[in-house]
């Protein structure tokens, strides 16, 4: 079948690495996953999504597509820079993020999250090796788990707040542990994580962080994804500046 080829209005930068044509592996109602022939995988979205590092964003809604698609030249989108912001303007942000996250649902794997945090923040404090956290890989249901969540958000965050070694550090350890202990969609998700970049709803929520906002991106990331994310943002950015 000939390969329909789409339009985006804009694709993130790790997206337009791909090259050729894409094959369809997973569909949702506004969004699909398709991967080229070297294994790189793009979520194709519909407008509403928004913008994303691995996301070819198109300009209306999802169409029926075949099972072969090719991407067009599109403007590439990355993250904003942060804006000016001092050390007590992430405090802040940071303990009016941890007063306004959703209760979590209790679950049998809900104290192992909980765990899997405290071990990663241990790890920025010098407390615990940056191995008790594997446990967090895959941890919880959902196309991205909570756990992968919860270690893109950190790594994300590591980058965005100016802290290089910390992040690749993390960065490195993702890469390393992370295939076959999750599924490839979250897998895609946590090495655009460990170069620093995610959606443009939780950049925009880490801007919050700094300049007051409420975090009402969070609530449009997936189920829990969003605030999960937040919480591991939260585990490794409290122990460096909220001292």
Known sequence: MQARQLTPTTIGRIAAQAVGALTVFARFERALYA???AGRI??????????GAIQARLPGPLPDLPDTIEL???????????????????VAGLSRATTMRPAKRDDVWTDAFAVG?????????????LDACRDLIGLGPGLT?????????????????????????????IRENAPCRTSDISMAHLNAAA???????????LRDLVTGGDFASLERI??????DAMDGAIAVLSPIFAR
């Not at 945090?117 to 090796?129: E, F, M, N, R």
């Not at 100016?162 to 960065?171: S, T, Y």
């Not at 170069?195 to 929520?205: L, V």
């Not at 997936?222 to 605030?227: I, K, L, V």
Request: hydrophobic share 45%.
């Open 35 to 37: 991967r080229d022939s």
């Open 42 to 51: 793009v979520c194709v979205v519909a407008c509403d999504l928004g913008d």
């Open 72 to 90: 067009a030249p599109a403007p590439i989108w990355t993250p904003p820079a942060l804006p000016a912001w001092r050390d007590d303007n992430l």
């Open 117 to 129: 945090l405290a071990k990663l923040s241990g790890w920025v404090k010098g407390s615990a090796a």
């Open 145 to 173: 788990p909570s756990g992968d969540d919860a270690l893109g958000g950190a790594a994300i965050a590591l980058h965005v707040f100016g802290l290089p070694a910390r992040a690749n550090e993390l960065g490195a350890f």
């Open 195 to 205: 170069a620093g970049e995610g959606s443009a709803a939780f950049h925009d929520a």
């Open 222 to 227: 997936g189920a829990s994804s969003g605030w």
